[in-house]
């Protein structure tokens, strides 16, 4: 049987709004969704501001898109990245996005491209608007991104977890994908079954949180049950 072919992402890179120190950890999300093949930053390379762009480009095999300061107060990097963006939607070669940045103006352009069916992940800051955040299937936080991948390699020499409390909305968002989700006779449901049901009511993503999979937040959740049946995990919310 042939194996099947790998998924087409567009990386595209707001650099006046985004983390140079988070590429890699983007890129590695990326990867998940499948081969990221067109990688473009935007600025006006001129200003000593994305110097540290400048140094990784070639690092990383990111494209510099030019886009000079045409008119004060005008972002031209907006424009171009959504030209490109639905350029690259109607070429028809692409099967999911991701935007980093945190401006709230590209979310049209997200909205855009997931009514064709696209998947696009939004890599930004924490404070980003939350139509923009809301509008990505989704949205995760760079800083957030590394700490957690951070926090990883202490584990792995330490042997202890690291994570951040687990707040109300977000139980009430869990508590509420498991009780929409298929339960047995027990009242466990399949924990892949609830994470996309969570996902598909908010840009829900676990790594926002300080974990690096979903049955982690749930063992770390004393409002959850997680059950192993032969490799297959299952929760049940017992408070």
């Not at 990383?60 to 907006?78: H, I, S």
């Not at 491209?113 to 939004?122: A, K, P, T």
Request: net charge negative.
């Amino acid at each position: 049987m042939p194996e099947e072919a790998l998924k087409n992402i567009a990386l595209l890179i707001d650099a006046d709004n985004a983390n140079p120190a988070g590429i890699d950890a983007v890129l590695t999300v990326l990867a998940e969704l499948g081969q990221v093949n067109v990688r473009r930053a935007y600025g006006n390379w001129t200003k000593p501001g994305l110097s540290k762009w400048d140094k990784i480009t070639h690092r990383y095999g990111l494209q510099p898109m030019q886009q000079f300061d045409l008119t004060k107060g005008k972002n031209a990097t907006d424009m171009a990245m959504t030209i490109d963006a639905i350029d690259l939607l109607y070429g028809g070669k692409v099967d999911g996005f991701g935007i980093m940045s945190s401006d709230s103006d590209f979310t049209p352009l997200v909205t855009r491209l997931r009514q064709d069916g696209l998947i696009v992940y939004g890599f930004g800051g924490a404070k980003a608007p939350e139509a923009f955040r809301t509008a990505c299937t989704r949205y995760i936080d760079v800083d957030q991104l590394m700490r957690t991948s951070a926090q990883d390699d202490v584990m792995e020499e330490a042997g202890a977890p690291d994570s951040e409390p687990i707040d109300q909305d977000l139980n009430d968002l869990l508590g509420a994908a498991w009780k929409a989700a298929k339960r047995d006779r027990d009242g466990y449901a399949s924990i892949s079954e609830v994470g996309n049901i969570a996902g598909n009511r908010s840009s829900f993503d676990v790594r926002n949180h300080g974990f690096k999979r979903l049955s982690d937040l749930f063992r770390a959740n004393e409002r959850f049950r997680v059950e192993d049946r032969n490799g297959h995990l299952f929760v049940k919310r017992v408070r």
